[in-house]
């Protein structure tokens, strides 16, 4: 549904975007991570027509996002620096917001004051990082997105409001279908909300899949042998190998009760399969691509 | 009433469907009980409904529950395949167990008391002596 193509951007001869292609299907929750500098925010500004790219496409239900008014009408977006008139007050910009979004609930506007603790005839410019991120929020679900697209959107709120945002946000998912972009780097929280997840590095796409799909696709061995570790039946695709005293670790493609049938022919004297976590598959993937944690003592 | 861990490496779906099964089992949820629909759940527990719908889909599948079109999802009478199925899991879930125990020296004896339900008490009690 909101798609791009082989994007690429030049900022004066840095390719922050080098060729990146993702698909967001319709009504799914799409996490965006990759490291930092990797081309995450500057794709969202694509998405949302802020940047015009150099080449290639972005496309909401196949039609130009860039200069296109009726799609955007369908995208509410919240940046990392949210932008508000200096003077406004939340009441003030939910005017703007109602003149820009035809589809503006006034409803939801009244029903979720009672949720933000915020007096929204007071001027947003005084408020602090964390309750302009929640005025945000509740204007953007107020617009009645088809789309909405996050950018670190939990960063700055508290546990009480992170939780709160999560909520109102997948309620809204699961009531209009809505198709919700966030890109975060707190993999724990996208693992409870996205039920899709993109890999970029260096401005392009390494890695789009449905989560279930990566989590039952990938799983964590953990095995103890009596000797010698033995050679691994070769139908075993090992993506990763460590090794911590006797207990051998290896993270394996493939279907899990396959694998643990193919592993019980190596007698080990413990053999475990542990889901992966977001985390995990994050930290391997971008392993492949030559970063990772140096180790290094200072 | 469903508590997601996050420490636990099991993933959120199975921990949704596990948590539903011992509520039946323990009987806070009561055969025809309606169950909370996929939104009330996602937004309860702030994760995605299609979570959710996937650990309703294979618990339905299972035989555990059973959704009418309109009305909402339902605990289904239990036995039947999902109960034996169950049985099977949680039997390999056990002999592990007692694989363990016994690696740690717990006899038979020790081991029918716990069966009998003279619960781990029995058992903690003696080990309390031998200290």
Same mark, same amino acid.
């Given at each position: 549904?909101?798609?791009?193509?082989?994007?690429?951007?030049?900022?004066?001869?840095?390719?922050?975007?080098?060729?990146?292609?993702?698909?967001?299907?319709?009504?799914?929750?799409?996490?965006?991570?990759?490291?930092?500098?990797?081309?995450?925010?500057?794709?969202?500004?694509?998405?949302?027509?802020?940047?015009?790219?150099?080449?290639?496409?972005?496309?909401?239900?196949?039609?130009?996002?860039?200069?296109?008014?009726?799609?955007?009408?369908?995208?509410?977006?919240?940046?990392?620096?949210?932008?508000?008139?200096?003077?406004?007050?939340?009441?003030?910009?939910?005017?703007?917001?109602?003149?820009?979004?035809?589809?503006?609930?006034?409803?939801?506007?009244?029903?979720?004051?009672?949720?933000?603790?915020?007096?929204?005839?007071?001027?947003?410019?005084?408020?602090?990082?964390?309750?302009?991120?929640?005025?945000?929020?509740?204007?953007?679900?107020?617009?009645?997105?088809?789309?909405?697209?996050?950018?670190?959107?939990?960063?700055?709120?508290?546990?009480?409001?992170? %939780?709160?945002?999560?909520?109102?946000?997948?309620?809204?998912?699961?009531?209009?279908?809505?198709?919700?972009?966030?890109?975060?780097?707190?993999? %724990?929280?996208?693992?409870?909300?996205?039920?899709?997840?993109?890999?970029?590095?260096?401005?392009?796409?390494?890695?789009?899949?449905?989560?279930?799909?990566?989590?039952?696709?990938?799983?964590?061995?953990?095995?103890?042998?009596?000797?010698?570790?033995?050679?691994?039946?070769?139908?075993?695709?090992?993506?990763?190998?460590?090794?911590?005293?006797?207990?051998?670790?290896?993270?394996?493609?493939?279907?899990?009760?396959?694998?643990?049938?193919?592993?019980?022919?190596?007698?080990?004297?413990?053999?475990?399969?542990?889901?992966?976590?977001?985390?995990?598959?994050?930290?391997?993937?971008?392993?492949?691509?030559?970063?990772?944690?140096?180790?290094?003592?200072? | 009433?469903?508590?997601?861990?996050?420490?636990?490496?099991?993933?959120?779906?199975?921990?949704?469907?596990?948590?539903?099964?011992?509520?039946?089992?323990?009987?806070?949820?009561?055969?025809?009980?309606?169950?909370?629909?996929? %939104?009330?759940?996602?937004?309860?527990?702030?994760?995605?409904?299609?979570?959710?719908?996937?650990?309703?889909?294979?618990?339905?599948?299972?035989?555990?529950?059973?959704?009418?079109?309109?009305?909402?999802?339902?605990?289904?009478?239990?036995?039947?395949?999902?109960?034996?199925?169950?049985?099977?899991?949680?039997?390999?879930?056990?002999?592990?167990?007692?694989?363990?125990?016994?690696?740690?020296?717990?006899?038979?004896?020790?081991?029918?008391?716990?069966?009998?339900?003279?619960?781990?008490?029995?058992?903690?009690?003696?080990?309390?002596?031998?200290?």
């Amino acid at each position: 549904m909101l798609t791009t193509k082989n994007l690429v951007k030049t900022f004066e001869g840095f390719r922050a975007l080098d060729g990146a292609t993702m698909t967001v299907p319709q009504g799914a929750v799409y996490g965006l991570v990759g490291p930092n500098g990797a081309g995450k925010s500057t794709m969202i500004r694509h998405l949302t027509g802020v940047y015009r790219q150099d080449s290639g496409e972005v496309l909401l239900r196949g039609a130009p996002v860039w200069e296109n008014p009726d799609a955007k009408r369908c995208i509410a977006s919240i940046g990392d620096d949210w932008y508000y008139f200096p003077q406004a007050s939340i009441a003030e910009m939910a005017s703007v917001y109602a003149g820009v979004y035809p589809a503006f609930s006034r409803e939801r506007y009244e029903k979720m004051k009672g949720v933000f603790p915020l007096n929204d005839r007071g001027m947003i410019r005084r408020m602090s990082k964390g309750m302009q991120k929640q005025a945000a929020f509740w204007l953007a679900l107020c617009c009645m997105p088809e789309v909405l697209i996050l950018d670190e959107p939990v960063d700055g709120l508290d546990p009480v409001m992170r %939780r709160q945002v999560w909520s109102l946000l997948l309620d809204d998912v699961s009531q209009r279908g809505t198709t919700v972009l966030v890109s975060s780097h707190n993999l %724990r929280e996208l693992e409870d909300v996205c039920d899709h997840v993109g890999i970029m590095s260096r401005g392009k796409v390494l890695l789009e899949r449905s989560l279930s799909e990566l989590q039952d696709k990938t799983v964590k061995l953990q095995v103890v042998y009596r000797g010698e570790e033995p050679s691994l039946p070769p139908e075993i695709n090992v993506l990763h190998r460590s090794c911590v005293g006797r207990v051998h670790t290896y993270i394996v493609r493939g279907d899990r009760e396959a694998i643990l049938h193919r592993m019980a022919s190596t007698d080990p004297l413990l053999l475990e399969a542990i889901p992966l976590t977001l985390e995990e598959i994050f930290i391997y993937e971008m392993g492949g691509e030559d970063y990772a944690v140096r180790e290094i003592v200072l | 009433m469903i508590r997601l861990d996050y420490r636990d490496s099991r993933p959120i779906y199975q921990q949704v469907k596990d948590g539903l099964r011992r509520l039946v089992v323990t009987g806070v949820l009561a055969q025809g009980d309606q169950i909370p629909s996929v %939104r009330q759940l996602a937004t309860q527990l702030a994760i995605n409904p299609n979570t959710i719908a996937r650990a309703y889909a294979e618990l339905e599948a299972e035989g555990f529950i059973y959704s009418v079109g309109g009305k909402g999802t339902f605990v289904a009478e239990s036995g039947g395949e999902s109960g034996a199925a169950r049985r099977r899991e949680l039997a390999s879930q056990a002999a592990e167990l007692i694989r363990e125990l016994r690696a740690l020296g717990m006899t038979q004896q020790e081991w029918t008391q716990l069966w009998e339900g003279g619960q781990a008490d029995a058992y903690n009690e003696k080990s309390g002596q031998d200290l």
